[in-house]
């Protein structure tokens, strides 16, 4: 952690994305040496987390001495185990409520907007019918964004859980709802009969544009060419959420950041993603890119290039 909170002051690196491929508040200790260790810099730093492992005292010190820039708390899993049981309990979401109370009390008491905070909710076949609900319980709270996602299917068992077309009635309830509160949402995407959109592709001006290498070929996921991603071993993933597809080269063994990203193994990787006449086979059938995403890290970068300009 030391070392890469090093390395990220010394790049002066703009966005930092916090997630565990589980929780990264598991590891309590280390993330918020983490985010101390940042704290006087300018990276924009977001954090993906159930909440389970907050407590009171984690929210006052993240909204007091602003060490998280986003704060995306995830309403329910893409884990197969857990997704079937996740509305077993009317109180599966007692302890993410109080965490969202506390964000808001808090934000009152320092004055201050940060973090934003955001709401995944992954649509599944137990809680498709249920989004006025999930709308309704978020009235009070200070949220900027109510995310929909669609499962991230990567098995055929998965797959049996995908949410079946969403009842227009609720998606109109749900989005006058939270018209009212002023929270803004994904939920125009939303269409009876329709999935969410997923792959590279997007609309501008009504027509659909999607990210092609030099080949003309259309590649999956803009991640690999945007993001790097370095796992708590030191392995850098070719792939963010497949983490079995990894480097022989790690971070940790490298001089630095700068040098990692420099060296031969990203650079060769990079050259192939951006050549390759088809997709590489890791993205063939991956559901993950969503517009959403790639609006976020567009947002990321206007915020520094505001910063510079004044």
């Not at 952690?1 to 929780?23: P, Y």
């Not at 392995?235 to 940790?252: D, G, I, M």
Request: glycine letters at 6%; hydrophobic letters at 40%; proline letters at 4%.
């Amino acid at each position: 952690m030391k070392k890469l909170a090093d390395d990220v002051k010394k790049l002066a690196v703009r966005d930092m994305h916090l997630f565990g491929g589980g929780e990264p508040f598991f590891y309590k200790e280390n993330m918020f040496y983490l985010l101390e260790e940042l704290r006087n810099t300018d990276v924009f730093i977001r954090v993906i987390t159930n909440a389970n492992a907050l407590n009171e005292g984690d929210v006052e010190r993240i909204v007091r001495d602003r060490l998280v820039s986003q704060l995306n708390i995830s309403f329910n899993t893409d884990c197969e185990e857990t997704a079937s049981a996740i509305y077993a309990s009317r109180g599966r979401h007692c302890h993410t409520m109080d965490i969202l109370a506390a964000l808001t009390r808090y934000k009152g008491i320092y004055a201050t907007d940060y973090p934003f905070v955001d709401i995944m909710f992954t649509l599944l076949k137990n809680n498709f019918d249920r989004i006025p609900a999930v709308v309704g319980n978020l009235r009070g709270h200070k949220i900027n964004f109510l995310f929909f996602q669609q499962l991230r299917c990567y098995t055929e068992r998965q797959s049996a859980l995908v949410a079946p077309p969403i009842p227009r009635e609720d998606l109109l309830t749900a989005g006058r709802m939270l018209e009212e509160m002023g929270i803004t949402s994904n939920i125009s995407e939303l269409a009876a009969g329709e999935r969410l959109p997923a792959g590279n592709t997007r609309e501008q001006n009504g027509h659909v544009v999607s990210l092609r290498n030099k080949r003309g070929i259309a590649l999956a996921c803009y991640m690999p060419l945007t993001t790097l991603s370095i796992c708590y071993n030191g392995a850098v993933p070719v792939c963010q959420f497949r983490y079995e597809k990894q480097f022989s080269f790690n971070y940790l063994d490298a001089g630095s950041l700068a040098s990692f990203l420099r060296g031969k193994e990203h650079a060769s990787f990079l050259r192939g993603f951006l050549g390759k006449e088809s997709p590489p086979d890791i993205c063939k059938g991956c559901l993950f890119c969503v517009n959403h995403e790639l609006e976020t890290l567009k947002k990321r970068f206007r915020h520094f290039d505001s910063l510079k300009k004044r």
